[in-house]
């Protein structure tokens, strides 16, 4: 067995979780909950920068970030979520800003999380808060195609914008319908998406 370490609400692990459903894998695949805020987790030997998710590979090798192991996946069935010649490049830059989204919103929520009110410094959320901002405008002006086949950037968006509905209650859902109609689109076809969902 593959053992991903994770955590319910990490997005990043969600897109992995995704990931092996859609290819057929998620029954190689055991979860083993991860707390990157403990020492004494084992956490920290697998992935010597303590994030998630990492996958622990049967020969005792781990591959991390979701990216990496995302690729993985698809390499051990074959194909499906990356695709050849220049569409490849279209996904991979769809990832990229679906993980910039992600990153800019965790940072945000670690600001309020592990520093103190009177810490807190309104100019470096305001500029995570510009990221996720843009980087929506851009998806929002072309949302991408599904009906020609999921790939790991529509994955990813859909976990990045799930991540904005948990932990800021969906508001980028008034600015950008049409964004917001993909990804229902997007769990319509994906029964992976609604199942890893979790709750605030």
């Not at 920068?49 to 991390?64: F, H, N, S, T, W």
Request: a neutral charge; proline letters at 6%; aromatic letters at 6%.
């Amino acid at each position: 067995m593959l053992v991903l370490r994770s955590s319910p609400a990490s997005p990043f692990g969600r897109k992995v979780k995704i990931a092996a459903a859609i290819l057929g894998l998620s029954d190689r695949i055991e979860i083993v909950p991860a707390d990157t805020t403990d020492p004494s987790d084992s956490l920290r030997r697998q992935n010597p920068l303590g994030k998630i998710p990492a996958l622990v590979l049967e020969d005792g090798r781990v591959l991390y970030d979701s990216r990496v192991i995302a690729e993985y996946l698809d390499h051990l069935a074959g194909g499906g979520l990356h695709p050849a010649g220049e569409k490849r490049f279209d996904a991979l830059t769809r990832q990229a800003l679906a993980d910039g989204i992600m990153d800019a919103a965790i940072l945000q929520v670690y600001e309020g999380r592990f520093r103190g009110p009177d810490k807190h410094e309104p100019k470096w959320v305001e500029h995570q808060a510009g990221k996720v901002a843009r980087a929506l405008a851009s998806a929002a002006a072309a949302p991408p195609r599904l009906a020609d086949g999921i790939d790991i950037g529509h994955v990813a968006l859909a976990c990045a914008l799930g991540y904005l509905d948990l932990r800021f209650g969906g508001a980028w859902r008034r600015e950008h319908p049409a964004l917001a109609a993909w990804l229902d689109d997007f769990a319509q076809r994906v029964p992976s998406f609604e199942a890893t969902k979790v709750s605030a």
